[in-house]
């Protein structure tokens, strides 16, 4: 299960040069959402996806704590965007990947859900939650930069993952 508390703090520790005031215009939130974060809540998934998106910074590292904390992949840009959407459609992609050769009754089986919802996902009319991208994680071994952004190395215990986080 993703630890929100780490999370956020791995957050909050890369913007320990900042005042809370600076880190909400930034993200473009309110002051009382920084303050939720810091007490309670972790960042919304948009926030932290135009952040990893605006510093390079590796999803696997953010979420996990593993690896080193920027993806050399990652270019470091601004999205155009205020708060970039996932690419349902390709995280999606790959996630239904994961389960190459079978049928969408058996996928939708070993998740415990129904084959329609399984169907929505492939057609991209809904996203993966995180609940299930995190099974995904774990059954197969795959990395979140790859799920989440098709990053390479695709699994985990590359030499990428022994590089020490920064």
Same mark, same amino acid.
């Given at each position: 299960m993703?630890?929100? +508390? !780490?999370?956020?703090?791995?957050? *909050?520790?890369?913007h320990?040069? =900042?005042t809370?005031i ?7 939130v309110?002051l009382?959402s920084v303050?939720n974060w ?9 926030? *932290?996806?135009y952040?990893c998106?605006? %510093? /390079?910074i ?6 996990d /704590?593993? !690896?080193?904390?920027v993806h050399?992949a990652?270019?470091?840009k601004?999205?155009r965007?205020?708060r970039?959407?996932?690419s349902? $459609?390709r =995280?999606?992609h790959r ?5 190459? /050769?079978m049928?969408i009754c058996?996928i939708?089986a070993?998740?415990g859900i129904t @084959?329609s919802?399984v169907?929505e996902w492939? %057609? @991209?009319?809904s996203q993966v939650?995180?609940?299930?991208l995190? $099974?995904?994680v774990?059954?197969f071994?795959?990395?979140?930069d790859? *799920? +989440?952004? /098709? *990053?390479?190395?695709k699994y985990?215990?590359?030499? $990428?993952d022994k590089?020490?986080p920064r």
């Amino acid at each position: 299960m993703i630890d929100k +508390i !780490g999370v956020t703090k791995r957050f *909050l520790d890369f913007h320990s040069e =900042m005042t809370y005031i600076e880190i909400a215009k930034e993200y473009r939130v309110s002051l009382v959402s920084v303050l939720n974060w810091r007490n309670r809540d972790a960042p919304s998934w948009k926030t *932290l996806k135009y952040f990893c998106d605006g %510093h /390079g910074i590796s999803w696997d590292w953010l979420l996990d /704590g593993q !690896g080193p904390m920027v993806h050399p992949a990652k270019k470091k840009k601004r999205p155009r965007v205020k708060r970039p959407e996932f690419s349902t $459609y390709r =995280m999606n992609h790959r996630f239904l990947k994961l389960f190459k /050769g079978m049928k969408i009754c058996e996928i939708a089986a070993e998740l415990g859900i129904t @084959g329609s919802v399984v169907s929505e996902w492939r %057609h @991209g009319k809904s996203q993966v939650p995180w609940k299930r991208l995190e $099974y995904a994680v774990d059954k197969f071994n795959v990395r979140w930069d790859w *799920l +989440i952004d /098709g *990053l390479e190395p695709k699994y985990r215990d590359s030499e $990428y993952d022994k590089m020490p986080p920064r």
